[in-house]
């Protein structure tokens, strides 16, 4: 599962701008900033940590279902070549008895098996979702701190730039003060030496 910017923050801004002021007081325009979350969740370096927990969970689970799924159609290769083997006219009445004996509990098997991996997607999934929402709350939280510090008595309002323009949404932004830089250096300013490096890479 794939935490793109657009899963991160889902549901999180349910505005097209972030106000830091009552209403009644933001009447100064010109103190209006602009910032692109899709940007700031690209470079954001526990983002791109967060990215890389769920692809790592989700390989996991992907490698566990495979080996089922294997095991499974070996079962079914083998329930398979049992009914082939009772058709054969020349078999005898022991012979069947004892190729019908194995063919019921190959068949009790794959019913357990079918019935273990429908609940491990269902347990795979719900883990997964779990933890994309709790990595999404911890982002956003973390994001709108920094974006508030960064506007806090300086912009009365800010402009989330959307990732697909919309009806009602921002699509002119000329004048307006881009802030996604600022808020960037400030939620990397912690980042470990590596990532920063990284993101150097990154640029050139």
Excluded: C, H, W
């Excluded at 920094?146 to 000329?174: C, D, H, R, T, W």
């Amino acid at each position: 599962m794939k935490l793109t910017p657009s899963s991160i923050v889902q549901g999180a801004i349910a505005l097209a701008f972030i106000s830091f002021v009552p209403v009644s007081q933001a009447q100064d325009f010109s103190k209006v900033a602009v910032v692109d979350y899709n940007t700031i969740l690209k470079d954001y370096y526990k983002a791109k940590d967060s990215q890389k927990q769920m692809e790592d969970l989700a390989a996991g689970y992907q490698k566990e279902r495979n080996e089922r799924e294997a095991g499974l159609k070996s079962l079914v290769e083998s329930i398979n070549a049992l009914q082939k083997d009772m058709q054969d006219p020349a078999i005898s009445d022991a012979k069947k008895k004892e190729k019908e004996n194995q063919l019921k509990s190959k068949g009790e098997e794959g019913q357990v098996k079918q019935r273990e991996m429908m609940a491990f997607g269902q347990t795979a999934s719900k883990i997964l979702e779990d933890k994309r929402q709790r990595l999404t709350t911890e982002l956003t939280e973390e994001v709108n701190k920094a974006l508030s510090q960064i506007a806090k008595n300086k912009y009365n309002m800010v402009f989330v730039k959307p990732q697909v323009p919309s009806p009602g949404a921002l699509i002119f932004s000329e004048g307006m003060d881009d802030i996604t830089a600022q808020v960037l250096g400030l939620l990397n300013k912690d980042a470990p030496a590596a990532k920063k490096n990284d993101k150097k890479d990154d640029k050139k």
